[in-house]
Nanobody
Framework: QVRLVESGGGLVQAGDSLRLSCAAS????????FAWFRQAPEKEREFVAA????????VYSDSAKGRFAISRDDARNTIFLQMKELKPEDTAVYYC??????????????????WGQGTQVTVSS
């Protein structure tokens, strides 16, 4: 099992930038894909971005494409989500997730077995 701890959330204004961090620890992080999901009140958890282990391919939701960037620092075992041009509709709890490489779509929660506790991002208009 991999332990994931998110940080970096907060209250910002529309148009601001924010960087979320996810510190990973536990079993080997090799052969694992990492992703960010978010969940707004009374809505289902939705995919934001994923980073594949094999070739570092980045995958984004339509709403994140062009504004968010996922990255990984292997030396620090940390995954980042850099967010810019934030909008009020980006307000949600953001979760870091990890899962072994598989054929399951990286855009679905089923692809991930380990989850962090989440960090709140609130964007005011």
């Amino acid at each position: 099992q991999v332990r994931l701890v998110e940080s970096g959330g907060g209250l910002v204004q529309a148009g601001d930038s924010l960087r979320l961090s996810c510190a990973a620890s536990g079993r080997t992080l090799r052969f694992r894909n990492f992703a960010w999901f978010r969940q707004a009140p009374e809505k289902e958890r939705e995919f934001v971005a994923a980073l594949w282990y094999n070739d570092r391919t980045e995958v984004y939701s339509d709403s994140a494409k062009g504004r968010f960037a996922i990255s990984r620092d292997d030396a620090r075992n940390t995954i980042f989500l850099q967010m810019k041009e934030l909008k009020p509709e980006d307000t949600a709890v953001y979760y870091c997730a990890s899962g072994l490489i598989s054929t399951v779509s990286a855009r679905t929660t089923r692809a991930y077995s380990d989850w962090g506790q989440g960090t709140q991002v609130t964007v005011s208009s």
